[in-house]
């Protein structure tokens, strides 16, 4: 595989040659916060942040995603689709976290009876430029989730940051494109890339959040009923902190916005969250998961028993946000700790 | 004495009244807070059995206002045969007022409960700190003598703890809770009078009202209406949010512009005359997003136009509650 070469002040000639082909996503400040926008100065990126607040999943699944315009012309509806789906877009520094969550995302978004167009053409016309994590945080815990601070498997081109440049890599054939056309990125020598396996090594290494999560779901399985549920839910506020800020959430609510009196709205996608009093109320007033203990236990079984289940993978990438960002620190690593030490149920001894 | 000094005193005052009360089985269990496992955070807990009471600690990160453990959203705490818990509750002032005006709003019975008062020092601004440290993983945040002592990877930065608390913490008068006979132990302020000049303030109220229209704008703007400020405050109990009404949708629930404004201008509307000044909302913001300005300015509302101070006196009914055929009214129809 060919290695390149991008230097640090390179970063706005990539910007100029791809923004005219691409919406260029990348991680700016935003306030206070590290979050993607379209950017129109190349200057704003931070590619050296930890984890961006909110992850670039708002990209392909926008908090206010509008689905379509209507107009009600005497007895004909006249629906507009979005516009701008077919636009190709780029987002520059992703994490591998986040782009293995995009992995997830797509999963959700395309199996079964019902496909979701609008996301899948979105990341169909995305093109991802990723970089590996040199420090990874001390919440992180990507090798837990059959991941790595340094995979670039979900990349189109990936990214190491060598201090004063980056070594290019193309991953995907788009991406290889890419570089081609990119052709006065210089060669990289040797010992960039003996230098970027060190600081893989390096990383790897310095991620000290181990969890295992071999076989959780068939812990998590049989103990819907389990005493823990309540000891893990007891200081729960009920925000929705962990799962809109989570990579992987995918919880969505379907609301149609009407103008007075002009016959014409919209119907817009906004995320939704399990963690919310109104998710699962039924029309009857009946909620099913009414509580905390309900909608904690919903959280944990989604990611860590019903979407293996279903897709044969975690649905956790381990970003770590959720453990850093929680109001009341009611920190998932615990929680998984805790679940591990379930014991197995006696007539399940018995039989095994 | 030093901030350093203090804590532990503090600490030590909690677990002494802590251990007591569980002994004498004047209650069935305590909800205070512990270690957080990530820098710059703590957690609530609940115990019941003494020997456990070394896990109640104290130190400048504890933010949550625990009178949200006890306000009907989230179920009271039962035992196994469904029986109300005595609870005793660790009380920094703004806990304690929230307790009482939640009592005055009949929410909470005062009686089945035990204050324990303590003498908070503060709450260090966690998002100062954070804005000052940068992209940069922090390790660890301790409190040495009267500053914060902030680590990571290749740096430590001392900050002045008076400085970087809260900024609503600066102005509190009420740092222990109010005294109330038998239902408080501990520290507690008897009969507080409260002087506020609200200078702290004073700049943001000398804007034009195009101004604080452009200052609310942009604190807004990042808001993901994860609803954190709201679940973390002691008085948004209400079983169902005005913004999650859907028969009939009252308001928009996108993350639009006008949509963020009504829901926080809306709750702001609630909070008058019943915001106890913790902070816990801005706190509890992942987003960074400091409610500070606008709660001080209800706070100041309430206290200049019905000379009410939220959550002080039991028997006190609050502005919103009560009718004066006195009641200023001007501000409705002429004021900005």
Same mark, same amino acid.
Not at chain 1, 112 to 115: A, I, L, Q
Not at chain 1, 274 to 291: A, D, E
Not at chain 1, 311 to 320: A, F, N, P, S
């Given at each position: 595989m060919e290695y390149k070469i991008l230097k640090k002040d390179q970063i706005i000639k990539l910007y100029n040659d791809l923004t005219k082909d691409y919406n260029f996503f990348a991680p700016i400040k935003e306030k206070r916060n590290i979050v993607f926008r379209k950017i129109t100065?190349?200057?704003?990126?931070?590619?050296?942040?930890?984890?961006?607040?909110?992850?670039?999943k708002e990209i392909l $699944?926008?908090?206010?995603?509008?689905l379509f315009e209507y107009k009600i012309n005497d007895n004909e509806i006249e629906l507009e689709e979005p516009k701008n789906l077919n636009e190709q877009n780029i987002i520059f520094g992703i994490r591998p976290c986040d782009a293995h969550s995009f992995v997830l995302l797509v999963n959700f978004f395309s199996q079964?009876? $019902?496909?979701d167009e609008i996301i899948i053409n979105r990341r169909k016309n995305t093109i991802l430029i990723g970089i590996g994590c040199n420090t990874p945080k001390s919440?992180? $815990?990507?090798t837990s989730v059959?991941?790595?601070? $340094?995979?670039?498997?979900?990349?189109?081109v990936f990214l190491v940051d060598l201090q004063n440049e980056y070594l290019v890599e193309g991953i995907s054939d788009k991406g290889k494109d890419l570089i081609k056309k990119l052709s006065w990125l210089a060669d990289a020598k040797e010992m960039d890339i003996e230098k970027a396996q060190e600081l893989k090594k390096q990383a790897e290494e310095s991620?000290?959040?181990?969890?295992?999560?071999?076989?959780i779901d068939k812990i998590l399985d049989p103990n819907f009923d389990h005493p823990i549920w309540k000891e893990v839910s007891e200081?729960?506020?009920?925000?929705g902190t962990c799962s809109f800020l989570c990579p992987t959430c995918t919880c969505f609510d379907v609301i149609d916005e009407n103008v007075p009196n002009k016959n014409r709205g919209r119907r817009i996608r906004i995320w939704d969250t399990?963690?919310?009093?109104?998710?699962?109320?039924?029309?009857?007033?009946?909620?099913?998961?009414?509580?905390c203990i309900q909608r904690v236990r919903n959280r944990i079984l989604h990611k860590f028993c019903y979407y293996p289940e279903n897709?044969?993978?975690?649905?956790?990438?381990?970003?770590?946000r959720c453990v850093q960002l929680c109001p009341v620190n009611n920190d998932l690593r615990t929680i998984i700790e805790k679940i591990k030490k379930i014991e197995p149920k006696r007539e399940e001894k018995v039989s095994a | 004495m030093v901030i350093e000094n203090e804590n532990k005193e503090i600490e030590q005052l909690i677990r002494d009244l802590a251990g007591k009360l569980l002994e004498e089985k004047q209650v069935d269990v305590i909800i205070g807070y512990t270690e957080g496992t990530v820098p710059l955070s703590s957690s609530p807990i609940v115990i019941d059995?003494?020997?456990?009471?070394?896990k109640l600690i104290w130190n400048n990160?504890? &933010?949550?206002?625990?009178a949200k453990y006890l306000v009907p959203r989230i179920p009271t705490l039962m035992n196994e045969e469904g029986q109300k818990l005595k609870v005793g509750i660790v009380s920094k002032g703004c806990v304690g007022r929230a307790l009482i005006h939640l009592s005055v709003e009949h929410q909470?019975?005062?009686?089945?409960i035990k204050i324990i008062g303590i003498p908070c020092n503060g709450i260090i601004n966690r998002k100062k700190i954070e804005d000052e440290i940068g992209e940069r993983e922090i390790f660890d945040i301790s409190v040495s003598g009267d500053n914060i002592i902030v680590k990571g990877r290749d740096f430590e930065k001392v900050f002045p703890f008076n400085e970087y608390m809260n900024e609503l913490c600066k102005v509190c008068?009420?740092?222990?809770p109010p005294f109330l006979e038998d239902i408080c132990v501990g520290e507690c302020l008897e009969n507080p009078v409260i002087e506020d000049d609200f200078s702290d303030i004073a700049e943001f109220d000398s804007k034009t009202t195009e101004e604080k229209w452009e200052y609310i704008k942009s604190l807004l703007e990042?808001?993901?209406?994860? &609803?954190a400020c709201r679940e973390a405050?002691?008085?948004?109990?209400?079983?169902?949010?005005f913004v999650d009404?859907?028969?009939?949708?009252?308001?928009?629930?996108?993350?639009?512009y006008s949509d963020i404004f009504v829901f926080h201008l809306v709750r702001a509307m609630h909070m008058?005359?019943?915001?106890?000044?913790?902070g816990a909302c801005s706190s509890a913001c992942p987003m960074g997003i400091d409610l500070n300005l606008i709660n001080r300015s209800l706070e100041k509302i309430a206290k200049e136009r019905f000379n009410f101070t939220t959550?002080?006196?039991?028997r006190s009914l609050p502005p919103m509650m009560a009718y004066d055929i006195?009641?200023?009214?001007e501000f409705m129809m002429e004021e900005d």
């Open positions: 100065n190349p200057e704003e990126i931070v590619l050296d942040y930890l984890n961006s607040k909110v992850p670039p $699944f926008p908090e206010k995603d509008i079964g009876d $019902f496909k919440t992180c $815990f990507c059959e991941g790595n601070p $340094f995979q670039k498997d979900y990349m189109d991620i000290t959040t181990k969890l295992d999560l071999k076989d200081t729960c506020i009920g925000c399990c963690q919310s009093c109104l998710y699962t109320l039924h029309t009857s007033g009946h909620n099913p998961r009414n509580s897709y044969g993978m975690l649905g956790c990438v381990g970003c770590g | 059995k003494a020997e456990d009471v070394d990160l504890c &933010y949550i206002n625990l909470l019975d005062l009686e089945s008068q009420v740092k222990s990042t808001c993901t209406r994860c &609803y405050c002691p008085m948004c109990y209400c079983n169902l949010c009404q859907n028969q009939p949708v009252w308001f928009g629930k996108t993350t639009g008058a005359g019943r915001c106890v000044g913790c959550g002080i006196d039991p006195e009641d200023k009214e």
